[in-house]
């Protein structure tokens, strides 16, 4: 099925949101793991396979549109030197990701594609948890302190 090229082109921004933010979170999950954190590096690792499993089903649509998935375009990545960092870091990450697929289900809806529509909402669900998660550990830092927080985390 023959897609609009501007969808087309919205999904390999979000495409290339999601190949970001994998990077991003696998290098993230590698630096806690070697600073003792198992646990937070565990939770951005399960992040980053759920973002790899977005980016599938993006090159899926794209095909599907017959479009042609542009895999090697990155945004710039913001890796954290240190855990605080990492949270601004991803949180912002997941807001450009949340404000993205808000655009492309507009797209959708002036184009009257409810089949994108409905994959990007189901994505949309997901990076609205990350960013429920995120949130959760920052509020976790202010409450309890960086220093037994991080004592939770290995
Ligand atoms: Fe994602
Ligand atoms: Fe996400």
Redesign the pocket.
């Known amino acids: 099925m023959k897609g609009d090229p501007k969808l087309i082109e919205c999904l390999n921004g979000l495409l290339a949101s999601e190949l970001t933010?994998i990077n991003q979170y696998m290098v993230e999950a590698e630096m806690c793991e070697n600073w003792g954190l198992a646990k937070l590096g565990d939770m951005e690792q399960k992040?980053a396979i759920?973002?790899m499993k977005h980016a599938e089903t993006l090159i899926g649509r794209i095909l599907f549109l017959e479009g042609l998935p542009i895999v090697s375009k990155l945004n710039d990545i913001h890796i954290g030197a240190e855990v605080p960092q990492q949270f601004t870091n991803d949180l912002a990450?997941?807001m450009t990701?949340v404000r993205g697929y808000n655009a492309g289900i507009e797209l959708c809806v002036k184009l009257g594609d409810n089949a994108t529509k409905e994959i990007l909402e189901g994505i949309l669900k997901?990076?609205d948890a990350?960013v429920d998660q995120i949130e959760e550990q920052m509020d976790r830092v202010k409450k309890m302190g960086l220093q037994v927080y991080l004592g939770t985390q290995m």
């Open positions: 933010a992040r759920t973002e990450a997941e990701a997901d990076e990350h």
